[in-house]
């Protein structure tokens, strides 16, 4: 994989993972402003999507950030905000993270 696109792909998922906290804590505070600023947040990890999409293509892009954020999402969940998961939602996790190593290794010619 193109050092290039994970350097885009960390730096987009460091955008999607603070839009997404700052969100939660607009929901526990309620201030206009916080969710101003997740919805900046939000913006601009779309347009780093763009540029993700250009380089990598629509499918691996797109799947790469979704796995990426559900992961991470769920790290930042149970250790700021408390929150669990069941035993069937952790498996849906664990295969999140194997479809996410298969989309990123290499092809290797061939079909």
Not at 24 to 34: C, P
Not at 42 to 71: D, F, H, P, T, W
Request: proline residues 2%; charged residues 10%.
């Amino acid at each position: 994989m193109n050092p290039t696109f994970l350097l885009w792909l960390g730096s987009a998922m460091a955008t999607f993972l603070a839009a997404a906290t700052v969100s939660r804590a607009y929901v526990d505070n309620g201030k206009l402003w916080v969710l101003a600023a997740s919805l900046a947040l939000y913006c601009i990890g779309n347009l780093m999507m763009v540029k993700l999409m250009r380089e990598g293509g629509l499918g691996l892009a797109i799947s790469a950030s979704a796995v990426a954020q559900l992961v991470l999402i769920n790290v930042i969940a149970f250790l700021l905000f408390g929150e669990r998961l069941s035993t069937i939602q952790m498996a849906g996790v664990a295969l999140g993270v194997i479809s996410m190593a298969l989309m990123l290794f290499p092809a290797k010619g061939g079909v």
